[in-house]
């Protein structure tokens, strides 16, 4: 089956450094997702990618976090600085785009900032 | 925008017993899908069920089923035969046609008793 692929599955790192995740999407899907999940806020879209293109970063704290897509196939969230509210488990789903397709999560990334 | 309500944070079955998890949600339009996710202990986001809104037949999934009421806008979920591997975190979530983004309950924690 194919999967979204998410690196590194776990990162621990401390206050100040620099956090970059990555996510292959699955082959033929134009949409990509970001997510952070916590126990206190839940599912929180942080932004999503039409074609490689950015349509929505409005859940993301600007000063520090950004999200490109260099190409189809990787899309990178980074924070920098980080800091230890970051810490929770970052998802990356792809989908077809069209009406009504599902998304496909990737495993997570779960980061803890020390 | 859309609000996706899970009102059972917990929830307890007994294995081979039927369990049914409550989602409301909040919508104008009248084309849009819903869908139901589960989330094991792995973390993994797994697609279980999807309903099109425009369909009054309600969507079966093996042990797996949904009774959609589009006029009061709840999708419940309900998991006959349950069995231990069902432990897990659900999540209740809503497509629009009009719209990309993807509207999250806050999820019901399912436990299976042995």
């Known amino acids: 089956d194919a999967r979204v692929t998410q690196t590194p599955r776990h990162k621990v790192t401390e206050m100040g450094q620099e956090v970059t995740m990555r996510c292959q999407p699955i082959?033929?899907?134009?949409?990509v997702f970001w997510y952070r999940q916590t126990m206190m806020q839940g599912l929180e879209l942080l932004a999503y990618f039409r074609n490689r293109a950015p349509l929505d970063d409005s859940g993301m704290p600007k000063d520090r976090f950004s999200a490109e897509m260099p190409d189809a196939t990787l899309a990178t969230l980074k924070i920098q600085p980080s800091e230890p509210r970051d810490s929770a488990v970052y998802f990356c789903?792809?989908?077809?785009?069209?009406?009504?397709?599902?998304?496909?999560f990737g495993d997570g990334t779960r980061l803890s900032i020390l | 925008a859309q609000t996706v309500t899970q009102s059972q944070p917990e929830m307890s079955v007994q294995e081979a017993e039927t369990v049914t998890l409550s989602c409301t949600y909040d919508?104008?339009?009248?084309?849009?899908?819903l869908f139901w996710y589960k989330q094991p202990p792995s973390r993994q986001m797994i697609l279980v069920i999807r309903q099109e809104a425009y369909k009054q037949q309600n969507a079966t999934e093996n042990r797996f089923s949904v009774n959609f009421q589009k006029a009061a806008k709840s999708f419940s979920l309900k998991i006959s035969d349950s069995q231990l591997g069902d432990a897990a975190m659900y999540f209740c979530a809503y497509r629009s046609a009009t719209g990309n983004q993807f509207y999250f309950g806050t999820g019901t924690s399912l436990t299976v008793i042995p």
């Open positions: 789903a792809s989908d077809l785009g069209g009406f009504g397709q599902p998304q496909h």
């Open positions: 919508t104008s339009e009248s084309d849009y899908y």
């Open positions: 082959l033929g899907h134009n949409t």
